[in-house]
């Protein structure tokens, strides 16, 4: 069966990612590269973070899903350089991201000192809008979101770090 | 004299900053329910995976220079204490909040200025594992560094503990950049660069913080070596004992 990287690529973005399901591993620049010969798929993924236990899980997906359109030499590569960057997720997943509740990250992910400098952010309330917002903690229900508070509608959310 | 190759001591390299993360992330993870306020439950197991996730790489690098086709859980889980290379400081128990901020605080000043360094190293892969644990290892710092300099500026109870931890842990900081057989072999190689030199960047890093904290360097005593070389505090056969306990009692045993 001959299939192109641009079908894989198509069929790998409609796998959505384990901890936000709104969007696709592609949508998160999780998948780097695909290399297909003869019947041979490789796909290469990096890490978002070095531990996120999602990527046990996505790995397994990207098997499964392409078992199901017939292809059954599928290896699944971990690369770790260049290392993933907020910077690569898409506008529109950024979009997605906001609606389902989850503040995302800045544009571009800057060099940040040591200390203090993620408190003083200004992130703006993904349900309301307001930039009347705090920082509750760096880290969050997954290693990828920290915990912020908006103060003109009272309700806590989550913020992608941008790394 | 050594016998020791280039090979043999990137494997013995890679085996430490493996079982630095092991080590440590271990220890963080001890904190999972336990935490003083949710948040920072939730920020120290996510620290924990962290480590554990940098562990696994260091040990997938190790096992491909073996060329014995063991695995990063081969690796983690079947050594004996003496085949740890990890720093002793890693291995101390957790005590208080305080005391694990503060050890948390010591170790990632050194790791940040380790993985600086690592990622310019001529060895590709290591190079590329140390950028990827850089982007981690500087928000462990900026956590720490804040709940350390909080600490030593709260209340009266909580600055003694922030200084009681600081004193109890300095005499493990000087065993974090030891130069043992492992490193002179790398450093020949140019591989890395001797690493005792990262000591005054650190040590002017940490002075800072704890300036903002308010807290002092204790001034005598001695400095505890050896984890480099295997030699370890009697807490390490403790944490493997429940760390590899599933692995030893059921032999190849898959989640």
Known sequence: MVVSKEEIWNYLSQIPDPDIPVISITDLGLVRDVEVSNSKVTVSVTPSYSGCPAMQLFKADIVSTLKTKGLNDVEVKTVYSPSWTTDWISDEAKEKMRKHGIAPPE????????LFSE????????????????????????PCKALWFCNSCHQPFEYFKCI | MSTMNTKEALYNFCLRLGDNNLILGQRLAEWCSNGPILEEDLAMTN?????????EFMYEYAAELEGKNRTADDIAYLRNE???FNSLITEQPNGDFAFTMMKQLLYSTFAKYLYETLSASSDKRLSELAARA?????????HSSEWVIR???GTEES?????????????YTADMFVVNETDKELIKAQIITDLSGLY??????????????????????HMYKGGYDGNHTEHLGHILCELQYLQRAYPGAKW
């Open chain 2, 151 to 153: 600490l030593g500026n």
């Open chain 2, 200 to 221: 005054p960047k650190w040590k002017s890093s940490v002075e800072e913080t704890l300036k903002l904290a308010n807290l002092t360097i204790p001034a005598h005593g």
């Open chain 2, 47 to 55: 620290l924990s995976l962290d480590h554990f996730g940098q562990a």
């Open chain 2, 134 to 142: 850089l982007k981690e290892i500087k928000y462990h710092l900026r």
């Open chain 2, 159 to 171: 600055r003694i503990r922030a200084q009681q931890a600081l004193n109890e842990l300095w005499w």
């Open chain 2, 82 to 84: 003496r085949g740890y």
């Open chain 1, 107 to 114: 544009k571009v992910s800057s060099e940040k000192s040591a």
């Open chain 1, 119 to 142: 408190s003083k952010k200004e992130i703006h309330c993904p349900w309301c809008g307001s930039k009347e917002t705090q920082h509750t903690s760096q880290f969050g229900s997954t």
